[in-house]
């Protein structure tokens, strides 16, 4: 029999899955499930955080309305569990055909999960999606790649 943590860490692997179909289908009702009402989010956007499940579905919102298809990729995931909190990182990247009917292969972002878990169910508390800068310019650095 699989250990506590290693039963936590594969709900956690399922709710990011979630998170990306969630994406790909641009499905707000179903990432509304996967946050904490309270949820803080370090998006890559104005402003500087986003607080609380409306916040972040009106944020959804308008990355939504931007494609007219989306794809959503998550590379590289690790997730650390430890009692009612966890957190994973890894590389995301939006793209998709935009509403103008322009093709675009987005951009890679870090991207940082934070969970909290409540009656056996593990939500999104914190999230933040992040680009390097450039210190000289003072401008993100937006064409790496993982």
């Known amino acids: 029999m699989p250990a506590h943590r290693e039963v936590d860490e594969a709900k956690i692997k399922q709710q990011v899955e ?4 969630g994406i790909r289908a641009k499905d707000l009702d179903g990432l ?3 946050y904490a009402t309270d949820v803080v989010s370090f ?3 104005p402003p500087l ?3 609380g499940i409306e916040a972040k579905m009106e944020n959804w919102t308008r990355a939504f309305t931007l494609f007219q298809d ?3 990729e998550l590379r590289d995931l690790t997730v650390t569990v430890g009692g009612d909190v966890a957190f994973g990182h890894g590389f995301g990247r939006l793209s998709g055909t935009l509403r103008n009917g322009t093709a675009t292969s987005g951009m890679w972002v870090r991207a ?3 969970f909290r878990k409540s009656d056996d169910h593990w939500l999104i508390a914190h999230d ?4 390097p800068l450039d210190i000289a310019s003072g401008k993100g650095v937006t064409d790496l790649e993982p």
């Open 18 to 21: 979630k998170i990306v179909e």
């Open 32 to 34: 509304r499930r996967l």
């Open 43 to 45: 998006d890559i956007e």
């Open 49 to 51: 955080q986003h607080v």
């Open 70 to 72: 989306v794809n959503y």
């Open 112 to 114: 940082t999960f934070c």
């Open 128 to 131: 933040q999606a992040s680009v």
